[in-house]
């Protein structure tokens, strides 16, 4: 059987819960899967047929080692599902300007440059027209130094966008009303077809949607204007085994807010026929690259 190492972090040493539904169906295929810590220092990368980057929840915090580590996998000719190309594009948000520029819609996001002089947050809002927007690093995950900022009160988020701004950067994205009151919609695709979708929303008081912060998930059928638009999102980059879209809807309108290409969570877990479905787009992949 070929070996496919389950990238993963070490809080995850023997896999999410979701990710280990993908065992049996890759087994099917004749794919032994196994986890492997993507920064320890004494695996043996050389040993897999593929690398298939999975919980790696934490390359934010590392997002140097975690990029050369990409490239260390590339140039050692070892296959990395996504591909690399696409990771290290992926890894930092400002690949969301580069899909604004092909027409897909995004949430509005004021993206300051580092030469720029010190910005206002209350100033900004106001020239901008917004009531309320998130701050955000261009590289996270998971909400990481991610604050909620009102036009009404900047202080608090002030002091994280200047050093976010001086630092590793930062962007300032207009906060979507309907999150709370609708959701943030999770549109799954394997190998650039749709399987299936999810609504989150924050728990009462809160604008994040993940778990992490009481956040819930459900799933849910999409309007065809929002499978449309995620649709023609996925299609805006190169060939995916795996994507997230991740949006919400303004005024009838499917907004991207993020298109996740690296560690998403895919919630194999709700939809029975996704962990297959994620399986033979793994097995394809891996056979054109062995």
């Known amino acids: 059987m070929l070996r496919l190492a389950l990238a993963t972090a070490s809080k995850y040493p023997t896999l999410t819960e979701d990710d280990r539904l993908l065992l049996d169906p890759l087994a099917q295929h004749g794919i032994q899967a196994h986890p492997a810590i993507w920064n320890d220092p004494n695996q043996d990368w050389s040993a897999c047929a593929a690398v298939l980057i999975r919980s790696c929840w934490d390359y934010h915090l590392q997002p140097e080692r975690f990029l050369a580590w990409i490239q260390q996998l590339h140039a050692a000719n070892i296959p ?7 990771l290290r594009w992926n890894a930092n948000k400002s690949y969301l300007r580069d899909l604004d520029t092909k027409g897909v819609p995004i949430v509005p996001t004021f993206w300051p440059e580092h030469n720029e002089n010190l910005i206002t947050l209350q100033q900004k809002l106001c020239d901008l027209g917004w009531h309320k927007a998130v701050v955000k690093p261009r590289i996270s995950a998971t909400a990481y130094r991610t604050q909620l900022v009102t036009k009404d009160d900047t202080s ?31 549109l799954i695709f394997f190998a650039g077809t749709f399987s299936h979708a999810i609504i989150k929303q924050p728990r009462p008081g809160d604008f994040r949607v993940q778990n992490d912060f009481g956040g819930t998930a459900r799933r849910a059928d999409p309007p065809p204007h929002v499978l449309a638009s995620a649709i023609r999102a996925v299609e805006a980059v190169d060939p995916t085994v795996y994507a997230r879209v991740d949006g919400v809807v303004d005024d009838g309108r499917f907004l991207l807010m993020e298109l996740e290409l690296i560690e998403p969570m895919l919630f194999l877990a709700d939809h029975p026929e996704a962990p297959t479905r994620f399986a033979a787009a793994i097995a394809n992949a891996v056979a054109r690259t062995t």
Do not use: C
């Open 156 to 186: 608090a988020a002030q002091k994280l966008f200047d050093e976010l701004h001086r630092g590793p950067g930062v962007m300032l994205q207009k906060y979507i009303d309907s999150i709370t009151t609708e959701g943030e919609w999770s």
């Open 80 to 86: 990395i599902l996504n591909p690399a190309p696409l």
